[in-house]
């Protein structure tokens, strides 16, 4: 049974930093691609981050380029997203993702339960 478990989410002020991690297991991941997907309130989800597992390459949406950083760590079949300078504007529920998509921004097969990230000005 495949799981995605998030952790790491909290209360930040704005500019401040949160690494969010997202433990996989149930199947060999390698040729996956992993995502990491935003909700806020009265939003729809959209992405925000992906990685090839396999090759390390990595897409990025527009808004967090330079700010924030998905990495893998193959041994301890972690993703990770690290967040910096963050704005009240990133507030969201983060969830990750893993999928065999020929695009990173979808589809994805499997979904973690989400972890609650609040950055207050």
């Known amino acids: 049974q495949v799981q995605l478990v998030e952790t790491g989410g909290g209360l930040v002020q704005a500019g401040g930093s949160l690494r969010l991690s997202c433990l996989a297991s149930g199947r060999t991941f390698s040729w996956y691609t992993m995502g990491w997907f935003r909700q806020a309130p009265g939003k729809e989800r959209e992405f925000v981050a992906a990685?090839?597992?396999?090759?390390?390459?990595?897409y990025y949406k527009d808004s967090v380029k330079g700010r924030f950083t998905i990495s893998r760590d193959n041994a301890k079949n972690t993703v990770y997203l690290q967040m910096n300078s963050l704005k009240p504007e990133d507030t969201a529920v983060y969830y990750c993702?893993?999928?065999?998509?020929?695009?990173?921004?979808?589809?994805?097969?499997?979904w973690g339960q989400g972890t609650q990230v609040t950055v207050s000005s």
């Open positions: 990685i090839s597992w396999s090759t390390g390459s990595t």
């Open positions: 993702a893993a999928g065999q998509t020929a695009g990173w921004t979808s589809p994805y097969d499997y």
